[in-house]
């Protein structure tokens, strides 16, 4: 302990005396410092998470530090619009969707025997990313909706012609047309 009566306070730099003292990775805080450093709320000894100098809440350090992209969701119910922004996080930009245009397999996967070709990108599709859909083998983020550029799932798709389609493209595209073959309820009701 240093002299002057405490131990210095992680955030603040001042003295922090036994009373008020939070300890947490070696560090003391003051109870009112011992804040997560992006939402600014109260944490205790299970909803901290520290990174090196950087004291967070565990939502504040997942978005912060944590994994991105599809499936790393926040738990139940995720659908956040928070793009973390104020924790300094730049969200990427979806890539532009490209239905399917090149058949021919590319010289990468020829080159190393890969039999599986992805028929929207042409590129050579591994186990480890594939997804089966419409008789062929997709990347996972190829296996969009030709369409709409929806992301699919095996119950949500619908093929023609070697393209893939969600249910509502492909419904609105193939199916049937006509007085009476509307798109939801009610659309039998002919108003005049």
């Known amino acids: 302990m240093p002299l002057g009566g405490g131990n210095k306070c992680g955030c603040c730099q001042k003295t922090v005396y036994f009373a008020e003292e939070v300890q947490c990775e070696g560090k003391y805080f003051h109870k009112c410092c011992f804040v997560c450093m992006a939402c600014k709320k109260n944490l205790d000894s299970t909803t901290v998470a ?6 967070y ?4 350090y ?3 530090y944590g994994p991105k992209g599809y499936g790393f969701g926040g738990g139940a119910g995720t659908l956040s619009m928070d793009t973390g922004a104020h924790l300094g996080i730049r ?3 979806p890539a532009a969707h490209r ?3 090149n058949p021919n397999a590319s010289k990468l996967a020829t080159k190393f025997g890969s039999s599986d070709v992805c028929p929207r990108c042409a590129k ?21 909706c030709a369409k709409c550029g ?8 619908a093929d023609k012609d070697g393209e893939i389609y969600c249910k509502a493209c492909y419904a609105k595209s193939f199916g049937p047309k006509g007085f009476g073959f509307g798109q939801g309820a009610g659309a039998l009701a002919h108003a005049q």
């Open 99 to 101: 239905p399917t245009n």
């Open 50 to 55: 520290c990174h090196v100098d950087e004291i």
């Open 62 to 64: 997942g978005r912060k």
């Open 150 to 157: 929806k992301g699919l799932e095996s119950t949500t798709v």
């Open 124 to 144: 050579a599709v591994y186990s480890a990313e594939k997804v089966l859909g419409g008789g062929n083998s997709w990347h996972k983020s190829c296996f969009r």
């Open 57 to 60: 809440c565990k939502s504040c």
């Open 91 to 93: 969200p990427e930009e």
